[in-house]
């Protein structure tokens, strides 16, 4: 198993950016695909963005696409997610999740390592 600790939360104006990043701790993190979700409060955890091992390939929600970059460093054990022109919508906490399975893709029920999150907030 890895331990995941996200960081780079903060409140940002609309407009703005904020770079997110996932430590991961324990077995190789570059055996592991990973990905960020995130939470609104009162609604469920939505799919944002995920990355392969080896960082190549990546897949993003339509909601995010062209304004948000997943991208890992393998050497530091750390998964980032640069977000630009930052929406009130982008409200959230935001989680890193990592699996270990071959196949894996936007269904948060297919990863099982989860950081605790760290809270995005967008101001008007």
């Known amino acids: 198993q890895v331990q995941l600790v996200e960081s780079g939360g903060g409140l940002v104006q609309a407009g703005g950016s904020l770079r997110l990043s996932c430590a991961a701790s324990?077995?190789?993190?570059?055996?592991?695909?990973a990905a960020w979700f995130r939470q609104a409060p009162g609604k469920e955890r939505d799919f944002v963005a995920r990355l392969t091992r080896s960082g190549i390939t990546t897949f993003y929600a339509d909601s995010v696409k062209g304004r948000f970059i997943i991208s890992r460093d393998n050497a530091k054990n750390t998964v980032y997610l640069q977000m630009n022109s930052l929406k009130p919508e982008d409200t959230a906490v935001y989680y890193c999740?990592?699996?270990?399975?071959?196949?894996?893709?936007?269904?948060?029920?297919?990863?099982?390592?989860w950081g605790q999150g760290t809270q995005v907030t967008v101001s008007s």
């Open positions: 324990g077995r190789t993190f570059s055996g592991y695909a």
């Open positions: 999740a990592a699996t270990s399975a071959l196949l894996f893709g936007s269904d948060p029920n297919g990863y099982n390592q």
